[in-house]
């Protein structure tokens, strides 16, 4: 997997391979930073879960690859905080919209 790659195949890839299945939230991520930063993220996340993973703030428990992958682009100097709020407050419209279905 390469940063040439089309953005969709890119975001079903690193999906994929951290189970998770909100393939959309992913897709936005690699639209919104760009197609190597998203690869970036991935194998850092990758990294980190080889290492044993993260613990939540509690630190009781261990998030999912995805929230790994997502915390490492929150805490991401290089990329825009209004850009991460954007991302999250999109995700939390979403799950509002759902839990009103």
């Known amino acids: 997997m390469c940063a040439d790659d089309d953005e969709r195949v890119i975001a079903r890839y690193i999906a994929r391979n951290l189970n998770e299945p909100k ?3 992913i897709e936005r991520v690699v639209r919104y930073t760009s197609r190597q930063k998203a690869l970036d993220l991935f194998n850092c996340t990758m990294d980190v879960e080889a290492a044993g993973g993260m613990k939540t703030i509690r630190g009781d428990t261990r998030p999912t690859p995805c929230g790994v992958f ?3 682009l929150k805490t991401d100097k ?5 850009m991460v ?8 419209e979403k799950i509002k919209s759902l839990s009103k279905k």
């Open 85 to 92: 709020k954007e991302l999250s407050s999109h995700r939390r």
């Open 70 to 72: 997502l915390q490492l």
């Open 23 to 25: 393939i959309v939230l």
């Open 78 to 82: 290089n990329i825009a905080k209004d």
